[in-house]
């Protein structure tokens, strides 16, 4: 199995920035891409930023040039870098992790809430 533990997220004005860290253990190696996606109530859950293994990344629209992803594979941790955040960005952010060997399974963490005022 595949444990997925987050950090950061909170309370931001708009314009400010928050960093957001996932850490997987259990057994890792089972696991290529690591991301993020967001939840709004109500709405299903998208895709923010996600990274493969070898460095492959994509990012949604909503977010290009305003997040960076980035990972340690030693770590086994996905970091997510917000900058310039808006108010539509705020969510329930969880981190996901894609298998290898289960076609589309992932593994997520607990969510974590990122809230921006305006």
């Known amino acids: 199995q595949v444990q997925l533990v987050e950090s950061g997220g909170g309370l931001v004005q708009a314009g400010g920035s928050l960093r957001l860290s996932c850490a997987a253990s259990?057994?890792?190696?089972?696991?290529?891409?690591m991301g993020w996606y967001r939840q709004v109530s109500g709405n299903q859950r998208e895709l923010v930023a996600s990274m493969s293994r070898g460095g492959t990344i994509n990012y949604a629209d909503s977010v290009k040039d305003r997040f960076t992803i980035s990972r340690d594979n030693a770590k086994n941790t996905v970091y997510l870098q917000m900058n310039s955040l808006k108010p539509e960005d705020t969510a329930v952010y969880y981190c996901?992790?894609?298998?290898?060997?289960?076609?589309?399974?992932?593994?997520w963490g607990q969510g974590t809430q990122v809230t921006v005022s305006s």
């Open positions: 259990g057994s890792t190696y089972l696991i290529n891409v």
């Open positions: 996901g992790a894609r298998r290898i060997d289960i076609s589309n399974y992932f593994h």
